[in-house]
């Protein structure tokens, strides 16, 4: 069964532009770890953004926030004033030690193109 | 300059080769993976290691073997690969849970 699902294979968005990217997922274990990668056409797997599921607020890094709503297992990824160079694929990950151990398992990713 | 470091970079190989995908981290983590990025499809887990021990395989064909000789240095041998196991393949290593996993820049594998 998939544990995490992004709903959005492209997302097209401005220069200075706000964007949302849309991550949910699945766990019955109250412990887990939810995490934002950025992969741009170089392959490397960049971390962004991290939260935990006990924290208290949302967690923020920069211009990513995480928009946790934890009652509908929801993950979303916020950047604000988007740049040319956020263009990359961007996958949303989740640790659940239940499915295997200390690994990630990875969302299939949306592509964003921010355009000028 | 990534704390994972994969050679080689891009792999040509034909069914009947042998060749091994290492990988190095200089960031005392110690749990190691390897993933399979194929075009359309998430990030495949494939092995994982904790303290060199394997922990996870996920139904993987026995043609990838994993070796892990210690913490820093994990490896993945490959023989009689098929075109289909063509795809970008991943290493990554963490501290422990609830730390964000460090990625390599992966090796493009490319069977003929």
């Known amino acids: 069964a998939q544990k995490i699902t992004q709903t959005q294979p492209g997302m097209f968005v401005q220069e200075k532009e706000a964007v949302t990217l849309d991550c949910t997922y699945d766990t019955s274990d109250p412990s887990y770890g939810l995490f934002w990668y950025k992969q741009p056409s170089s392959g490397e797997m960049i971390f962004l953004i991290y939260q935990g599921s006990y924290d208290q607020q949302n967690a923020t890094e920069g211009r990513y926030s995480l928009n946790f709503q934890k009652a509908r297992k929801s993950a979303n990824l916020v950047i604000s004033a988007s740049q040319l160079g956020d263009s990359a694929m961007y996958f949303c990950?989740?640790?659940?030690?239940?499915?295997?151990?200390?690994?990630?398992?990875f969302g299939k990713g949306t592509t964003l193109s921010v355009s000028s | 300059e990534t704390g994972v470091t994969q050679t080689p970079r891009h792999l040509v190989m034909g069914m009947t080769n042998k060749k091994s995908l290492k990988c190095e981290q200089h960031l005392g983590h110690n749990a190691m993976y390897w993933y399979k990025q194929s075009a359309k499809k998430p990030l495949e887990l494939m092995f994982v290691?904790?303290?060199?021990?394997?922990?996870e395989n996920n139904s993987v064909p026995s043609r990838f073997s994993p070796e892990c000789p210690n913490s820093s240095h994990l490896f993945l041998h490959l023989h009689t690969l098929q075109p289909e196991d063509s795809a970008l393949y991943l290493c990554?290593?963490?501290?422990?849970?609830?730390?964000?996993?460090?990625f390599g820049q992966g090796t493009r594998l490319t069977v003929v």
């Open positions: 990950a989740m640790r659940d030690p239940n499915q295997a151990g200390t690994a990630l398992i």
């Open positions: 990554a290593s963490s501290q422990d849970w609830g730390s964000e996993a460090f």
């Open positions: 290691y904790n303290f060199k021990e394997q922990t």
